[in-house]
């Protein structure tokens, strides 16, 4: 019973030392940071062509089918109006119908593409209910996007978006800007910069979110020079991430290179977020140059383009001692929240600095590769470590071994239990044992003629417990 409690307790010690981590790293989850294409999407599907529904076999049907794509939906002389237009014109009459009822009208034009469709949906726009002008708007960009409507629904929405007096322009506006006609959208846009005042520099980003386009970047300029919103700074640096040309991305490296610490973060994210090669190698230039304030390095570290940045980095020999242990140490603060995948990339690219000739430059990289939580077993690459004539370089790859020791590799341990540093000892064969068995006998045997105390007597229980009964 005293063995048993013994080998209780001995696991115990060792769950903690191996598991405390690694189940950490398991049901940690991460997301991405929120970008400005991922605010776009939900607009750009709800634009989507409606889903048509199944066929009416009532008497309305054969007047439904009359309606098609392309043509007239008002009725000719002595025909009936049909359901979906008697729906719209009573929504219209009656204000006061149930909401419910004249949402529905509104929406049922999208199944009737027609130029008596969009009349009506513009006369919806003057209703007093905000929730049905919306739907009104929306429903407008559907038909345009999906009919050969197109060019009546967009000066709908454009003549709507340049209303001043219209509360709902910024909505119109950004429906409008999904129809490709950039020359006409953009004049608008830069009337909405023109109001200067936060509400409508925001619009006229997320208007230009959505156009993304070369002839974008001078009002782009102008927001940058004008706008203190964080917000709408920081979609506006995305916006030029996306674009991508010469004059965009000279926009990005003036704020890169800034000395203002919040205009560095903001050009980092956009350009750390970006998957344009060009764009990686300006941060790595910016930390080669060491001119980043620790927010920037921190969003750098968190972001897919970590691995490729600070490889880069360390691999120059402009970067001195100092900056590297300064950018391991950021790596190992911030990584941590990073999805799986950019902590593996990050994880692969410090055993690239373990070979390092400089022994303060391992320890530091193998510290950090403790930190940053791997999904991938790296044990193949800090084993050989072991064997290293600096102590401090064996106790940082043992700390770094513990989250991925395993059955298939505890054996390795073996050769740091009778290693001169007490902790690395006893650290060493307190993991190990969690996976002993009866093929270790020889090695517990050894272990148990240990000078060190702790070691002998938790190896006799481990005798004891796996030798064969």
Request: glycine share 4%.
């Amino acid at each position: 019973m005293a063995d048993l409690s013994n080998r209780l307790s001995i696991t115990a010690v060792g769950l903690l030392l191996l598991t405390g981590v690694s189940v950490y790293f398991f049901f940690y989850k991460t997301q991405e940071p929120n970008t400005v294409e991922q605010s776009i999407s939900p607009l750009v599907k709800s634009l989507q062509p409606p889903i048509q529904p199944a066929e009416n076999t009532s008497s309305n049907a054969s007047q439904k089918e009359t309606i098609k794509i392309g043509e007239n939906a008002a009725p000719s002389a002595g025909e009936q109006e049909p359901d979906w237009i008697k729906a719209a014109l009573k929504s219209l009459d009656d204000p006061d119908q149930d909401i419910s009822l004249r949402l529905e009208a509104v929406a049922a034009l999208r199944n009737h593409p027609s130029a008596k469709a969009i009349e009506l949906l513009e006369m919806f726009l003057a209703d007093r209910e905000s929730i049905l002008v919306e739907e009104a708007l929306k429903t407008l960009g559907v038909i345009g996007l999906n009919s050969d409507f197109k060019n009546l629904a967009f000066n709908i929405l454009a003549k709507t978006a340049g209303d001043k007096d219209s509360s709902f322009r910024g909505q119109a506006l950004r429906y409008a800007a999904m129809f490709g006609e950039d020359d006409k959208i953009l004049p608008i846009i830069g009337e909405y910069l023109a109001e200067n005042t936060s509400e409508f520099s925001a619009l006229a980003v997320r208007a230009m979110a959505i156009v993304s386009s070369p002839e974008c970047v001078p009002y782009l300029r102008e927001v940058l020079a004008n706008e203190s919103d964080s917000g709408t700074r920081q979609n506006a640096y995305q916006i030029l991430a996306k674009i991508g040309t010469q004059e965009a991305d000279d926009l990005l490296k003036d704020s890169l290179f800034s000395k203002y610490g919040d205009e560095q973060a903001s050009s980092a994210f956009a350009l750390s977020h970006s998957q344009n090669a060009n764009h990686h190698d300006m941060l790595a230039e910016a930390l080669i140059n060491d001119t980043l304030e620790h927010n920037a390095l921190s969003i750098i570290a968190t972001s897919r383009a970590a691995g490729n940045v600070f490889s880069t980095a360390f691999r120059s020999q402009d970067v001195s001692k100092d900056d590297k242990l300064y950018y391991l140490n950021a790596l190992a603060d911030s990584t941590i929240s990073s999805p799986g995948y950019v902590r593996d990339e990050v994880a692969h690219m410090l055993t690239n600095l373990l070979n390092s000739q400089d022994p303060d430059i391992e320890v530091a990289a193998l510290e950090t590769l403790s930190k940053v939580g791997p999904t991938e077993d790296l044990s193949k690459a800090l084993v050989p470590k072991f064997e290293s004539n600096d102590i401090l370089v064996q106790g940082a790859a043992l700390k770094a071994f513990t989250q991925h020791c395993t059955p298939d590799n505890y054996k390795h341990l073996k050769t740091l239990w009778d290693h001169e540093d007490e902790k690395i000892r006893r650290t060493a064969f307190v993991v190990a044992e969690l996976f002993v068995n009866e093929s270790d006998m020889e090695d517990l045997e050894k272990a148990a003629k240990s000078k060190d105390e702790f070691i002998s007597s938790q190896a006799k229980v481990m005798i004891n417990y796996v030798a064969p009964n």
